[in-house]
């Protein structure tokens, strides 16, 4: 009996002492951090972008604040092209497919770069055709099934106004030109070369055109092309142009593709700016200090601006650029990690580094629509964000996502926070709109990241939404301005 008694008292003694440890513990591990996602307001925004008709909207020119600054509008291409499909769901998948052909072509341009293949080696495909401070409105370019964002831009003289893609991954310039052996569908009229005094073939013997990764010789002038690796490509003249930017100023002698052979997933846009580190680029050929970004919401039908030499902005969380030896096009930034919930995640230390030989590295890319992190990172991630949201009812895995939720009987959701470090405490927490989306317009969201068997990650579109991005060529760094759209 006594026994009985001692050992029922041992019991009632370690259970006390489990639930004093438990609630001693609890209070001492810091509760995780979360932020609301507007479930309600997501949704409409979803539904109104695939019925709605971009000829509601006029387009805008912005009057820069500096005689330095050239600035013009940025869009969504779902505010400029109307989108063929009827349903959220549809235009989702489409846009994840698209993004799998860009990832597929930048881990392309990075292998031919670290495998050494030469220019020379490179040869054109068989086709019809032989062998200072600006700034510009952005619009995102989306109801076509990309991640695409287009500014509008002044091409000639006088300057005809085109909508252009922002390409931070690469680096020649073009737009469809007349007369055209095979063009895609665009929002504005093709160029017409001979209704501009400004217009000016390439030599073949000039700098501009032995600067091109693929070029060929008709007549004494430059042609080029420019193939992606998702089978798009453009063949056409190597030119020189003046390129307008609203209001606030113009630029002489541009050299540009006139592409009169394109084909591929540029659907609305006349061409391409190429914006990435190479000589061709356009930051390059202007000489800007710096440039920057504001991308509105994939799914808005407004517009923030593109700045060029505007510097970077007094309250940027800034983090290094660097450059590989191997490739100069791409911007590789110091990501040092991240943290969920206000915990930080643990990974290898290193693992986004880059080696000597160029492998490795992070970088940060406009036409990339989905972050992708080498699977170690984010297995880590992801399963920290699971950890934290067992209370949320779980949905079925919708393409390259695999993490998804049922929020369709919430209007708002809590949601652990996410963070991306650059070293020296320095952090960026992200809206919870720039990693928990929509999939379909019923209420499916997913977590919005990605694995990559690539040892290169990417810090994507979705993830920079609604963030001003500087890019501060002169000094190597990168800031980031949380909401200064």
């Given amino acids: 009996m006594a026994s009985s008694s001692s050992s ?89 497919e698209r993004d799998s052909a860009r990832v597929d072509s930048l881990t392309s341009k990075l292998l031919f ?16 055709i032989q062998a200072q401070a600006l700034s510009t409105p952005i619009i995102s370019g989306t109801s076509q099934g990309s991640g695409e964002y287009f500014t509008r831009v002044g091409v000639g003289s006088p300057a005809k106004q085109l909508y252009m893609v922002l390409d931070t991954g690469s680096d020649i310039n073009w737009i469809q030109c007349e007369p055209c052996a095979d063009c895609y569908q665009q929002s504005d009229p093709v160029f017409n070369p001979s ?10 013997e000039s700098t501009q055109c032995t600067s091109l990764d693929v070029s060929a010789c008709r007549g004494g002038k430059c042609l080029y092309q420019v193939s992606y690796g998702d ?34 997933l540029f659907v609305g846009a006349a061409g391409l700016l190429g914006l990435g580190g190479g000589s061709m680029s356009l930051t390059s050929q202007m000489k800007a200090t710096s440039f920057s970004y504001c991308l509105v919401d994939r799914d808005s039908t407004g517009s923030s601006t593109l700045d060029f030499n505007s510097g970077l902005r007094p309250d940027s969380v800034v983090a290094p650029l660097r450059k590989s030896g191997k490739i100069d096009t791409f911007y590789y930034i110091g990501l040092t990690g991240f943290s969920v919930g206000g915990q ?12 000597d030989s160029g492998n490795g590295g992070v ?25 934290l949201t067992k ?7 919708v393409a390259l996502f695999d993490t998804c939720y049922d929020l369709s009987s919430r209007s708002s959701v809590k949601v652990p926070t996410v963070s991306f470090h650059f070293g020296g405490e320095k952090s960026l927490d992200l809206p ?26 990417i810090i994507g579109n979705v993830q920079q939404q609604g963030t001003r991005v500087s890019f501060d060529l002169a000094n190597s760094r990168v800031g980031f301005s949380p909401q200064k759209c």
């Fill in 8 to 96: 029922s008292s041992s019991i009632h003694f370690l259970l006390l002492f489990s639930f004093l440890f438990t609630s001693i513990l609890a209070r001492l591990s810091p509760a995780a951090t979360t932020t609301t996602l507007d479930v309600a307001s997501s949704l409409r925004q979803a539904q109104h972008i695939v019925s709605f008709d971009p000829q509601s909207i006029q387009p805008l020119f912005f009057n820069s604040s500096s005689s330095s600054i050239l600035s013009v509008p940025l869009h969504s291409r779902g505010s400029v092209h109307k989108a063929q499909h009827t349903d959220y769901k549809s235009l989702v998948l489409s846009r994840l």
């Fill in 344 to 355: 930080p995640v643990k990974i290898d230390p290193g693992l986004f580094d880059m080696n």
């Fill in 231 to 264: 089978g798009s490509y453009t063949v056409g003249d190597f030119v020189t142009e003046t390129l307008s930017f609203g209001n606030s100023g113009s630029i002489k002698g541009v050299a540009l593709g006139c592409g009169h052979d394109n084909e591929g």
């Fill in 391 to 397: 209370d949320l009812p779980t949905a079925s895995g």
């Fill in 363 to 387: 970088i940060i890319d406009c036409g990339t629509a989905i972050t992708r992190l080498q699977t170690q990172a984010y297995n880590a991630l992801r399963d920290a964000f699971v950890k």
């Fill in 195 to 204: 209704g501009s005094s400004t217009y000016s073939p390439v030599t073949c």
């Fill in 432 to 457: 919870a709109k720039n990693y928990v989306i929509p999939v379909d317009s019923s209420g499916t969201y997913c977590l919005a990241f990605a694995p990559t068997p690539s040892s290169l990650s």
């Fill in 113 to 128: 770069a670290l495998n050494g293949v030469k220019k020379s080696e490179l040869k054109p495909v068989p086709t019809e």
